[in-house]
């Protein structure tokens, strides 16, 4: 298996960061027929554990039709095939679980220079 980081290299994955994770979903179609699509998850990172090394993994949180929706990814998962920042909030903590429980706040956002 060859490095996911030499070949693709990844953006500043950081909690507070708002990201677009495409990843490669294979389905069967009604005829038996395998058919590969890319599907996107956006939400704010929530969560980032081991750095980047192979067991390495970022939670993305979402609010979807008022419902929680927390998905954890490894970074180096072969499936996913880029990963887009949309912005970066200024965050005092290394984790955000207080986000689960109904922050009712906003985030402030970093303008990057």
């Known amino acids: 298996m060859t490095k996911k980081t ?7 994955l950081t909690p507070g ?3 677009r994770v495409y990843q490669k979903i294979k389905e069967k179609t009604a005829k038996g027929e395998e058919k590969e699509r890319i599907q996107y998850f956006e ?4 969560a980032k554990k081991h750095g980047k090394e ?9 609010e979807s039709n008022g419902i929680g929706v927390e998905k ?3 970074i ?8 887009e920042v949309k912005k970066q909030a200024k965050i005092r903590r290394a984790k955000l679980y207080f986000l689960k429980r109904g922050y ?3 985030l402030k956002n970093v303008i990057k220079k």
């Open 43 to 46: 939400g704010i990172i929530i």
């Open 104 to 106: 009712k706040k906003k």
């Open 54 to 62: 192979n067991g390495g993994t970022i939670t993305v949180r979402k």
């Open 72 to 74: 954890i990814f490894p």
């Open 6 to 12: 030499e070949e693709q290299k990844l953006p500043e």
């Open 17 to 19: 960061a708002t990201v």
């Open 76 to 83: 180096n998962l072969p499936s996913i095939t880029k990963i």
